[in-house]
């Protein structure tokens, strides 16, 4: 069973919390907002999302270090982001963007 759909208030009082949004952000301005996996290929791409390398569960998120350290902290792109959840479940959903034309796209 995953963590976050046994765990759903858990998980959204901890995201929604000062603490985690002040965490965040000042993560977001360390990696200067670009996607870390993406710049580790060279390329150039927005960061969105701040990732927890080590997963968390219901545990690990009253776990400070693991929970609000930097060291497990990533900022990633969406498409980075659903790769990695991808890979960690062996699972793989199509994913839709809307590409600089208008149009839905899906990439793997």
Do not use: P
Request: net charge positive; charged share 35%.
């Amino acid at each position: 069973m995953s963590y976050y759909k046994d765990n759903r208030e858990e998980q959204q009082r901890f995201y929604k919390s000062k603490k985690w949004q002040a965490v965040r952000n000042a993560y977001f301005k360390k990696a200067k907002g670009l996607c870390e996996i993406c710049l580790s290929k060279g390329l150039i791409k927005q960061g969105e999302i701040v990732h927890h390398v080590i997963e968390m569960d219901s545990e690990k998120i009253h776990n400070e270090r693991l929970a609000y350290g930097f060291d497990n902290l990533q900022l990633v792109c969406r498409e980075c982001h659903a790769k990695i959840h991808e890979q960690e479940r062996g699972t793989k959903k199509k994913r839709y963007f809307i590409d600089k034309n208008g149009r839905v796209t899906a990439y793997d």
